[in-house]
């Protein structure tokens, strides 16, 4: 549960709600209509800033990214599962590496 609040900024309870597509008229019966982006914003302060002059190693930079507080791709498609907005295999598809 430590790790679910760390790594989501939801907490985790027993009611949480992993969603799934459900089809309607509006969407054709495929449970998709319209779009909703997943976003990651990486923020340039005065550390990050030197890491990225001094060619710091990616895994140093992602590090101190989620550290002044960047939320994954992944966190953010989590998080929008959760509320609904959309499923885990579209996230996974944006996702995955």
């Known amino acids: 549960m430590e790790e679910f609040k760390r790594n989501l900024d939801i907490p985790y309870t027993e009611e949480l709600t992993l969603y799934a597509p459900e089809g309607c008229e509006y969407c054709n019966n495929t449970g998709y ?16 800033k030197l890491m990225i002059q001094t060619r710091a190693r990616i895994d140093e930079i992602r590090t101190q990214a989620i550290k002044d507080g960047m939320t994954t791709l992944k966190q953010d498609g989590i998080e929008k599962i959760f509320a609904g907005n959309c499923d885990l295999l579209q996230v996974r598809k944006v996702t995955i590496k």
Request: zero cysteines; hydrophobic letters at 40%.
């Open 33 to 48: 209509r319209g779009r909703m982006g997943l976003h990651e914003l990486l923020v340039g302060t005065d550390e990050m």
